[in-house]
């Protein structure tokens, strides 16, 4: 791409064929020319303000009280009547972790505090372990596999159903709830598949509705469904049945969509410059600080957004009151003030856990610790398991169209 001086707003078209292969090289042209640039091709309905250096994004996420996250979730395309009419049918959307603002974001987040401490995520790493010892096991013998669907997914997918309590023999129908919601909000859609998805996110929250009922008829211990039906923040209202269902059903994507991505994403990475691989497969106690650079040179959650509560200026822009605002984390990652070599992967640099990957401040990821652990253990028993692991030849690394999501449709190995 050409660095020649042209209005972002024109060149930034996030769901191109090209800036979805990649699209470091609009971020970093944004973040010489124009870091806070203005633009209508993102939303149907609105336009928004789009941040690419990482200093502005962390002043953002510092002050969520003039930063709001309100409308973090956001159709990036029409809804179409006939979406509207089918949503209806089911449970009302709410606000949720990542929607809340001020006490009422405590309100929400708490009941995961506890379900997402050290200690309790070091118990379930017994089962991490154990979910993804099955799964290579179930390809080991055959020399090949797509590991998307056969580890990436199901790994941290298998993971956050046991949390739930939720029956494993559920888990593909849980994926399919689960692609047609983030497909629904964060995908154009043409107007069939939009009214299917809208379908598809009923079922969903029935679903999750029947299991909060069966959770408060029949409590069971150390279980997630339990803990939020029970729980009620000193001095608030408690979570209404539609915020227990808006709540799970955020929690069960966040908790494995990302980690998915993080796997499959850090696959690519290590293999296509072998030495990568090699290294953590000699050195497993590498794993931790490969994961970190990951995140940070290839986010698997690239965007969010914010709305400003009063008039605001970012970076010399005035922004007024009400404003959308597109921060870029796989921007910020890549901020050549902040990060030495940014376009460069190296693990062995010294950049700790600086990248935004997980958020920052009061609404950084509840589950970022559990991301973590499931990537240190997926890639600790892969690089055991096949040294010589290597990506098959004449494939197309297809991302999934999301504007919030980095991930691959599919990724082939061999060995």
């Given at each position: ?192 598949r939009q009214v299917e998805c809208a379908k598809s996110i009923v079922k969903f929250f029935n679903y999750l509705g029947n299991l909060i009922a069966e959770r408060r008829a029949n409590p069971r211990e150390d279980d997630l469904v339990t803990e939020i039906t029970q729980h009620v923040e000193p001095g608030m209202e408690p979570l ?176």
């Amino acid at each position: 791409m050409s660095l020649q001086r042209c209005p972002l707003d024109q060149l930034y078209q996030p769901f191109s064929d090209e800036q979805m292969a990649d699209p470091y090289p609009i971020y970093a042209l944004a973040r010489q020319q124009e870091p806070v640039f203005y633009t209508e091709r993102v939303l149907p309905d609105a336009g928004v303000y789009v941040l690419t250096r990482y200093d502005d994004i962390v002043q953002v996420l510092a002050q969520p009280d003039l930063f709001l996250s309100k409308d973090v979730i956001r159709s990036v395309t029409t809804i179409y009547p006939e979406s509207f009419a089918e949503l209806r049918k089911g449970y009302p959307v709410t606000q949720r972790i990542i929607t809340a603002d001020g006490a009422n974001h405590r309100r929400f987040r708490m009941p995961f505090n506890k379900a997402f401490e050290p200690p309790r995520i070091k118990l379930l790493e017994p089962f991490v372990y154990e979910c993804a010892s099955a799964l290579i096991d179930s390809f080991a013998d055959t020399s090949h596999a797509e590991m998307i669907s056969q580890f990436c997914y199901p790994l941290p997918l298998q993971v956050i159903l046991h949390l739930f309590g939720m029956p494993q023999e559920d888990m593909v129908q849980a994926r399919h709830w689960c692609d047609d919601w983030l497909a629904f909000m964060s995908a154009p859609l043409p107007r069939e598949r939009q009214v299917e998805c809208a379908k598809s996110i009923v079922k969903f929250f029935n679903y999750l509705g029947n299991l909060i009922a069966e959770r408060r008829a029949n409590p069971r211990e150390d279980d997630l469904v339990t803990e939020i039906t029970q729980h009620v923040e000193p001095g608030m209202e408690p979570l209404s049945e539609a915020e227990q269902v808006n709540l799970l059903a955020s929690v069960l994507i966040a908790g494995h969509e990302t980690t998915t991505n993080l796997i499959g994403n850090g696959l690519r990475i290590l293999l296509e410059s072998r030495h990568h691989w090699q290294a953590i497969c000699q050195h497993p106690e590498q794993i931790p600080q490969t994961i970190e650079e990951i995140l940070r040179y290839d986010s698997p959650i690239q965007t969010f957004f914010r709305t400003a509560a009063k008039d605001v200026e970012i970076g010399g822009v005035a922004i007024p009151a009400g404003s959308l605002l597109l921060v870029v984390y796989g921007s910020a990652n890549r901020d050549e003030a902040k990060f030495t070599n940014a376009d460069q992967f190296n693990p062995q640099e010294q950049r700790g856990r600086k990248h935004l990957s997980f958020g920052s401040g009061k609404h950084s990821c509840v589950g970022a610790l559990l991301a973590r652990m499931e990537a240190r253990v997926a890639f600790e028993l892969l690089s055991q398991r096949f040294s010589d692991l290597r990506l098959a030849s004449h494939q197309d690394f297809e991302h999934v169209k999301l504007l919030m999501h980095r991930g691959y449709q599919s990724l082939f190995v061999e060995w």
